[in-house]
T-cell receptor
Framework: GDSVTQMEGPVTLSEEAFLTINCTYT??????LFWYVQYPGEGLQLLLK?????DKGSNKGFEATYRKETTSFHLEKGSVQVSDSAVYFC??????????FGAGTQVVVTP | DAGVTQSPTHLIKTRGQQVTLRCSPI?????VSWYQQVLGQGPQFIFQ???????GRGNFPDRFSARQFPNYSSELNVNALLLGDSALYLC?????????????FGNGTRLTVT
């Protein structure tokens, strides 16, 4: 079945550092790929998405490129802020819109 | 515009009891999905409804049931609660069904079973 694997956390960074969170997937067909972010005590917010190979999703300084050849969708941000501290989830969607999530990666940004 | 709203925000129940969780989608959204998020894990798919019909069901026992009403709101029911049902239950809505219509999540209902 479909699955998503993302790097374990916590990832601890200083402000203005470069962030990368690795995500790889296994799926039949051509899923859509997503990154969601969850702040403490809140639900999930869609951060960015890509619907086909080589698409790049971007939002709020975050970027991720749909790499079919490596089945990856790594999240990057060039300069993190304390407000980026959260849990980040990589997910894929089947054709019906059902999401399969990774286990999440906690990111802690210190001043 | 209001986002996805869920009620209650917190709930404490005893083993064996039954619980009903409620969800109001974003206005105009016809699809509602439910996910269970156990502490420290990613959300797991429970149900998807579109136009009041069940479109998908995850790997959950029959103690879990749901429905969608004509106004597109939804309820999730869990019978004979177990300690392992303690989790954050997330509702999500989308304009249409299908992968190209992104899900918008509510803040969830935190269920604690003692």
């Amino acid at each position: 079945g479909d699955s998503v694997t993302q790097m374990e956390g916590p990832v601890t960074l200083s402000e203005e550092a470069f962030l990368t969170i690795n995500c790889t997937y296994t799926a039949t067909g051509y899923p859509s790929l997503f990154w969601y972010v969850q702040y403490p005590g809140e639900g999930l917010q869609l951060l960015l998405k890509a619907t086909k190979a080589d698409d790049k999703g971007s939002n709020k300084g975050f970027e991720a490129t749909y790499r079919k050849e490596t089945t990856s969708f790594h999240l990057e941000k060039g300069s993190v802020q304390v407000s980026d501290s959260a849990v980040y989830f990589c997910a894929l969607s089947d054709s019906w819109g059902k999401l399969q999530f990774g286990a999440g990666t906690q990111v802690v940004v210190t001043p | 515009d209001a986002g996805v709203t869920q009620s209650p925000t917190h709930l404490i129940k005893t083993r064996g009891q039954q619980v009903t969780l409620r969800c109001s989608p974003i206005s105009g959204h016809k699809s509602v999905s439910w996910y269970q998020q156990v502490l420290g894990q990613g959300p797991q798919f429970i149900f998807q409804y579109y136009e009041k019909e069940e479109r998908g069901r995850g790997n959950f026992p029959d103690r879990f049931s749901a429905r969608q009403f004509p106004n597109y709101s939804s309820e999730l029911n869990v019978n004979a609660l177990l300690l392992g049902d303690s989790a954050l239950y997330l509702c999500a809505s989308s304009l249409e069904e299908g992968a190209r219509s992104p899900l918008h999540f509510g803040n969830g209902t935190r269920l604690t079973v003692t």
